[in-house]
């Protein structure tokens, strides 16, 4: 069981825009500016998106956007594209004894 | 163009030891802290450990999992970061990503990922 929680799957049309959720607690997501948001295409190597919460790396679409409100942290994808079908997944700072915690993933599904 | 090599998976017995390599270009290693993931078939990503730059005292963090076991180190004369695995356990069986961190502690972020290598520990 993974640390912090994400919904197995979620699915949008494109040109809609979808939301991804991740679930913590005051130990990890909503105790730390340390979220991050990975995107991973079946067979590849996860790519980053977003990290401390809301910033983009250079390159990353603007179509893609983090937020946070409390123990949850969310990824909101704009202007759904058939690329953008991946599995996500976010991590989190953990004061736990280990640093880093991810969600399970999530599977988006552009229909 | 930023780029990390894998190398060093392969097929390894309960109890054995086994060594990644992770050859970096494209960027000045020494300047980064460098962090390694893996990935268990059909399962999700697990941060296994980090090893931060010289300018930063070139400490390492491990997850709990591996604490004890795995150590990762840098010649950054040679561009090359280790992880080395000792007594290793089934569970272990996974790929293993080398990245470049974003800052200097390990849940900042992993801006850059090799393609990974797997490790398989059966006997």
């Known amino acids: 069981q993974s640390a912090l929680t994400q919904p197995a799957s979620v699915s949008g049309s494109p040109g809609q825009s979808i939301t991804i959720s991740c679930t913590g607690t005051?130990?990890?997501?909503?105790?730390?500016?340390?979220v991050s948001w990975y995107q991973q295409h079946p067979g590849k190597a996860p790519k980053l998106m977003i990290y401390?919460?809301?910033n983009r790396p250079s390159g990353v679409s603007n179509r893609f956007s983090g937020s946070k409100s409390g123990n949850t942290a969310s990824l909101t994808i704009s202007g759904l594209q058939a690329e953008d079908e991946a599995d996500y997944y976010c991590?989190?700072?953990?004061?736990?004894?280990?640093?880093?915690?991810f969600g399970g993933g999530t599977k988006l599904t552009v229909l | 163009e930023v780029q990390l090599v894998e190398s060093g998976g392969g097929l390894v017995q309960p109890g054995r030891s086994l060594r990644l390599s992770c050859t970096a270009s494209?960027?000045?290693?020494?300047?980064?802290?460098m962090s390694w993931f893996r990935q268990a078939p059909g399962k999700g990503l697990e941060w296994v450990g980090f090893?931060?730059?010289?300018?930063?005292?070139?400490?390492?963090e491990y997850a709990a999992s591996v604490k004890g076991r795995f150590t990762i180190s840098r010649d950054d004369s040679k561009s090359i970061a280790y992880l080395q695995m000792n007594s290793l356990k089934t569970e272990d069986t996974a790929v293993y990503y080398c990245?470049?961190?974003?800052?200097?502690?390990?849940?900042?972020?992993?801006?850059?990922w090799g393609q990974g290598t797997l490790v398989t520990v059966s006997s």
């Open positions: 990245t470049r961190a974003i800052g200097v502690v390990p849940a900042a972020g992993a801006d850059y």
């Open positions: 494209g960027f000045t290693f020494g300047d980064y802290a």
């Open positions: 090893i931060r730059s010289k300018a930063y005292g070139g400490t390492t």
């Open positions: 005051s130990s990890d997501v909503g105790g730390y500016n340390y």
């Open positions: 401390e919460v809301s």
């Open positions: 991590s989190s700072y953990t004061s736990s004894s280990t640093d880093v915690v």
